[in-house]
């Protein structure tokens, strides 16, 4: 057999896995978007609708909007304070930091563990009868003691940025340890001499170079927000109400438990703008031609 | 303007042991050398003048200051770094401004100042650049305008001229010395060449194992070294080294060649120390000593002879014009006035009296 042909037979298989399992469903979905499709009528999917799907999101759904509110805000307060976690506890780990030691095996931890892990270590610990926040609130201040963290709307939405955030603050300043090691030792050291403080180091010198690693992170772990599901799901279940459901969950619901498949196939294919914008921003900065 | 004085500072890492003790007293508008091959400690030295490095012991002085306790930026110290150092997302400008802005100096007095540093190093077209797009003689020269810009105490210069190539370093070389003459700042310069230690230096410390082990001027060091070790680091070629013993005021080789009368006390092992250019080449049977050509090499403005000495080889400079062959035999004489005596036990020069 010439080369030529073993070549394509020897990845056919992962292309028709890749195409079964990942361009295929975009295809339908995307064809399902223009169509009303219940799992409730028969003949699925049902009447061609044209772009009327797209219609109701925008100008009928009054829950489609409050998730586009929950995800944008969840998106800006986790890449926020990820981002700054990160950026502090890698500064301290660094090469020449002060923690330099086992912590950063340590650090790991978090970050192998599942998100629905995650959710439901963090139901558990937040539970307003025997949790771990009660417990610690009981003795350190017990008016927080029995609140029930879940119930309330805002609280809710702070539990499920606080998981995201604590299960993201790993990765992002391992990547930045990577960063900061990459910033020349000398350009600080110049900086040092020529007479700058510790903060005018970080802000003229170090920061700047810093910067093509911290647009990487901060773009990757804005598209992880915008999809957040697992958290939310175990966490809150999008609830109380729809206080914490991001667009993930509501379009899972739409699918599922409603079974609009149709019109959560519109949904989904919304989310796809923003998640091309952040993409093309990412590749922008990772495939950089110097 | 201010001397320096490093009063028995000592670095250590664990049990390594960096800068042992060493006491320096580097004089006002001085441009002093710190000579010796990697992990001697002379850099060491310096990052703990800049304040890069603290000291496990002892006390820095700039001026009538004990800056021990001191931040870099408090030390009123420029340094010029052997990768540069510069800033590659600024201008050359702004990495030229950058140590004024930081002290804040007036927005109006930045840009005639910088300019002016620009001129000094020529450099003024490139000011719109950045780093990345000059070559690597202009971005050392980057690196001295920003440490000229201001007037420091001290300028620091760690191998500044290590990472260009051969022909650009002669040239940076002369471009430096120029400069250190017209700007009349204490400078301390570290380097492991010692032909940059011989044309830039007032004077020379050669470091070796984190000890001074001479201090003095070019001339100082090179025609009066004070160890084995000073006078084999200093010259190019190295100065040879001959194994042998000192048998009733005659150098005697270990061959048993009688060859040159030295005087002084006889020893059973001596080193003597000659350099190839008071090694004089004469036809055989002319010279100290007859030998064979090992090697010879022309390198344009004079020829250099490898020759087999008993066991050991030894070169010898001779007239550009000379040409013999490889396997040749040749007779060498010594020069008498230029010759050095060594223990080999412990390097220690011995003196040959008055002579």
């Known amino acids: 057999m010439r080369d030529q042909t073993l070549k394509y037979l020897l990845v056919a298989p992962a292309v028709l896995v890749v195409f079964a399992t990942a361009v295929w469903p975009l295809i339908e979905s995307l064809r399902f978007s223009f169509y009303q499709g219940r799992t409730d009528r028969g003949d699925f999917p049902q009447n061609w609708l044209g772009v009327e799907n797209y219609e109701w999101a925008f100008l009928y759904e009054p829950a489609f909007w409050n998730s586009v509110w929950v995800t944008g805000l969840y998106t800006v307060i986790t890449v926020a304070l990820t981002t700054l976690f990160a950026l502090g506890l890698a500064m301290l780990l660094a090469p020449g930091g002060k923690l330099r030691s086992g912590v950063q095996t340590l650090l790991i931890l978090p970050f192998a563990m599942s998100p629905a892990l995650i959710g439901v270590s963090f139901r558990f610990m937040f539970n307003p009868e025997f949790g771990l926040f009660d417990a610690f609130f009981g003795v350190v201040f017990p008016p927080l003691a029995d609140v029930s963290w879940l119930a309330d709307p805002d609280l809710a939405f702070a539990v499920i940025v606080m998981a995201d955030v604590w299960g993201w603050i790993p990765f992002l300043t391992l990547v930045l340890i990577g960063g900061l090691a990459s910033v020349p030792q000398d350009t600080i050291e110049a900086a040092q001499v020529d007479g700058a403080s510790g903060w005018r180091v970080f802000k003229d010198v170090t920061l700047p170079q810093l910067m093509p690693v911290l647009a990487v992170v901060i773009i990757l772990k804005a598209i992880f927000s915008l999809k957040t599901f697992d958290q939310v799901f175990m966490l809150t279940n999008g609830g109380p109400g729809t206080a914490t459901q991001t667009l993930s969950h509501y379009i899972y619901i739409t699918s599922t438990r409603y079974g609009q498949v149709g019109y959560a196939a519109s949904v989904a294919w919304l989310m796809v703008i923003p998640m091309m914008v952040l993409t093309y921003f990412y590749a922008k900065f990772v495939f950089k031609k110097d | ?355």
């Not at chain 2, 004990?66 to 201008?91: I, S």
């Not at chain 2, 050359?92 to 007036?106: C, E, S």
């Not at chain 2, 305008?145 to 002669?170: C, G, Q, Y």
């Not at chain 2, 120029?178 to 310069?189: D, E, F, G, N």
């Open chain 2, 1 to 355: 303007m201010a001397e320096i004085r490093l009063n028995n500072l000592t670095k250590r890492w664990g049990d390594f042991v960096g800068v042992d003790d060493q006491s320096l007293h580097i004089q006002d508008e001085e441009f002093l050398v710190l000579l010796g091959p990697s992990g001697c400690g002379k850099t060491t030295t310096m990052r703990m003048i800049a304040g890069l490095e603290d000291p496990t012991a002892g006390e820095i002085w700039i001026g009538d200051r004990m800056v021990n306790d001191d931040l870099p930026k408090d030390r009123d110290v420029a340094m010029v770094f052997q990768n540069y150092g510069l800033y590659p997302h600024m201008t050359i400008f702004d990495n030229i401004a950058y140590p004024l802005k930081v002290r804040g100096t007036p927005k109006a007095d930045i840009k005639p100042r910088v300019e002016k540093a620009a001129e000094q190093v020529e450099l003024t077209e490139f000011l719109h650049r950045k780093p990345k797009a000059l070559s690597g003689g202009q971005r050392q020269r980057v690196a001295l305008a920003r440490a000229i810009v201001r007037t420091p105490k001290v300028f620091l210069m760690d191998e500044p001229l290590s990472n260009l190539d051969a022909k650009l370093r002669v040239t940076m070389r002369a471009e430096l010395k120029h400069l250190s003459r017209q700007l009349q700042i204490t400078t301390v310069y570290v380097t492991h060449d010692q032909i940059e230690a011989m044309t830039l230096a007032d004077r020379v410390a050669v470091m070796r194992h984190g000890v001074i082990q001479q201090l003095g001027t070019p001339d100082n060091i090179y025609n009066d070294p004070a160890n084995m070790f000073v006078a084999g680091f200093i010259g190019s070629p190295a100065m040879n080294l001959i194994n042998g013993s000192v048998q009733s005021g005659m150098f005697v080789t270990t061959g048993g060649t009688r060859l040159v009368g030295i005087g002084g006390q006889d020893r059973a092992k001596a080193v003597l120390g000659v350099r190839a250019d008071d090694m004089e080449v004469h036809g055989a049977g002319q010279g100290d000593i007859d030998v064979s050509i090992y090697a010879f090499e022309n390198t344009g403005e004079s020829t250099l002879l490898t020759v087999q000495w008993g066991k050991q080889r030894v070169i010898a400079r001779g007239d550009r014009h000379l040409r013999k062959e490889q396997g040749e035999t040749v007779g060498i004489k010594l020069n008498p006035d230029h010759l050095y005596l060594f223990d080999p036990d412990n390097g220690d020069r011995i003196r040959l009296g008055d002579k």
